[in-house]
Nanobody, 125 residues
Framework: QVQLVESGGGLAQAGGSLRLSCVAS??????MGWFRQAPGKEREFVAV????????DHADSVKGRFTISGDYVKKTAYLQMNSLKPEDTAVYFC????????????????????WGQGTQVTVSS
């Protein structure tokens, strides 16, 4: 049975940092990504890592501040979040898929088959 378990959310001040972790069990994946959803808004793409190559893609809104990384063998993905802003406040979800995608298609939440339970990130001003 596939499970994704996130950890590392919490409260941070603007300009601070947090690191999220996601551990997958059950099978290996070709892509693991992070998405977020703020109250009243749609779930949006944050970052994705492509395995086993390890290449990455980040949303423009977080580029230069957030970094996705991971360990293919350990089936783990991390999201290092620096220079946090109040608008980063959301529930952050880890997701994984074995499906093929290219370009912006890999940013579509519908592509991902497996999701974690989410972890709350709150950034105060």
């Amino acid at each position: 049975q596939v499970q994704l378990v996130e950890s590392g959310g919490g409260l941070a001040q603007a300009g601070g940092s947090l690191r999220l972790s996601c551990v997958a069990s059950g099978r290996t994946f070709y892509k693991m990504g992070w998405f977020r959803q703020a109250p009243g808004k749609e779930r949006e793409f944050v970052a994705v890592i492509y395995w086993p190559v390890g290449s990455t893609d980040h949303a423009d809104s977080v580029k230069g501040r957030f970094t996705i990384s991971g360990d293919y063998v350990k089936k783990t993905a991390y999201l290092q979040m620096n220079s946090l802003k109040p608008e980063d406040t959301a529930v952050y979800f880890c997701a994984a898929t074995r499906k093929y995608c290219s370009g912006n298609g890999c940013r579509d939440p519908a592509l991902y088959d497996y999701w974690g339970q989410g972890t709350q990130v709150t950034v105060s001003s």
